[in-house]
């Protein structure tokens, strides 16, 4: 069974979530050219999902996904908060920022009893989690919903766990794969493969579908991944440069240079691994120095250095989240994107 039965889509495609650089629009395209389109939650908070998901429903009646972030918000650690300040002490002189001025705290909420009332206000036909599940009550009230719930698993042992925790499918994130990484039982980098390694390993060992992510960028990608066993296809970088996409003009500048070719796992922007276009900041200090706080505190010293710099047009301060291949990146419709993406798969 591929994932066009299990979400009651026509095309088995999902279009990655990707907070930051799109909106309902995107997710709305694609949901109505037949694949599944994502509403990313991992920045917002209630009152704006509810607003995301009013709009998205004024777009489309089709299934649609909204994922979430469920990680737990570590406590504060002035020592570790303060090393990070004098880490990019000489960037915030420069921009006459006064370390004293930003301030603590999360900049990203996990999934809360908040949103999960307006989950069920909405009843989205599917929803995913970053960063493994949230608490067990949670989960039930998203569950009673009736939507189909996805989390990401990156190694073997995660998604093992997912699916003894009654998951209705795994997407299996290759280390190819851009933005955060949702690895969650261990921080040990060294354990993460690549897509068409970890694909045939879920797609053995559990009795779930498994979604392939993380360097698919064209319609023979997908028959790659469908030929490794794979139940359906997530794609996001493709999608970054289509009219519907909200990249930042910086954003959409990087995907299309040279600079393209050269992505990291970086934790320099919110605290975890994130794979992105090296940019002068990852250059400068190395892409995962130990100062960077626990995620998602990082975030507050990198803003205020966004927002001095994007205005000027430059990029330094950017997380210029892109994949290991961008190579499907065009500046088209996404529903267009959508069904040359999905003639690589043999229906």
């Known amino acids: 069974m591929d994932i066009r039965d299990l979400f009651q889509i026509s095309l088995p495609l999902i279009q990655a979530p990707m907070a930051g650089s799109q909106n309902h629009e995107l997710a709305a395209a694609v949901s109505n050219a037949g694949g599944l389109g994502s509403i990313p939650a991992g920045m917002l908070d209630a009152n704006l999902l509810d607003a995301e998901l009013t709009a998205m429903g004024a777009l489309t009646r089709k299934p649609y996904n909204v994922n979430f972030f469920c990680h737990r918000t570590p406590p504060a650690?002035?020592?570790?908060?303060?090393?990070?300040?004098?880490?990019?002490?000489?960037?915030?002189?420069a921009h006459g920022i006064e370390p004293t001025s930003i301030p603590d705290g999360a900049t990203r909420r996990p999934f809360d009893a908040a949103m999960a009332e307006v989950v069920e206000r909405h009843r989205p036909a599917v929803v995913s989690f970053h960063f493994g599940l949230p608490d067990e009550a949670l989960l039930q009230r998203v569950r009673a919903t009736g939507a189909k719930v996805?989390?990401?698993?990156?190694?073997?042992?995660?998604?093992?766990?997912l699916q003894a925790k009654g998951v209705d499918a795994v997407i299996a994130q290759g280390?190819?794969?851009?933005?955060?990484?949702?690895?969650?039982l261990s921080d040990d980098l060294d354990g993460q493969v690549g897509t068409f390694a970890l694909l045939p390993q879920l797609v053995a060992a559990l009795d779930l579908p498994v979604i392939a992510a993380g360097g698919i960028a064209d319609a023979q990608g997908v028959a790659a991944a469908q030929a490794l066993g794979a139940a359906g296809v997530q794609i996001g970088t493709a999608y970054l440069l289509c009219d519907e996409s909200r990249a930042s003009p910086l954003h959409r500048q990087a995907l299309q240079s040279p600079g393209v070719e050269q992505t990291v796992l970086t934790t320099l922007f919110s605290g975890r691994p994130a794979r992105g276009i090296v940019n002068r900041l990852i250059r400068e200090l190395g892409p995962r120095p130990a100062a960077v706080p626990a995620f998602p505190l990082a975030g507050n010293a990198i803003a205020r250095l966004r927002g001095q710099a994007e205005p000027a047009g430059v990029?330094?301060?950017?997380?210029?989240?892109?994949?290991?291949n961008a190579s499907g990146c065009r500046a088209i419709g996404a529903a267009r994107l959508t069904a040359e993406l999905a003639t690589g798969w043999r229906l």
Request: charged residues 20%.
């Open 150 to 161: 996805l989390s990401s698993a990156t190694t073997l042992e995660e998604g093992r766990w």
């Open 315 to 324: 990029s330094d301060f950017s997380p210029l989240w892109a994949g290991q």
């Open 77 to 93: 650690d002035p020592a570790r908060n303060q090393a990070w300040l004098d880490l990019l002490a000489p960037y915030l002189a």
């Open 175 to 184: 280390l190819e794969a851009g933005g955060h990484r949702g690895l969650f």
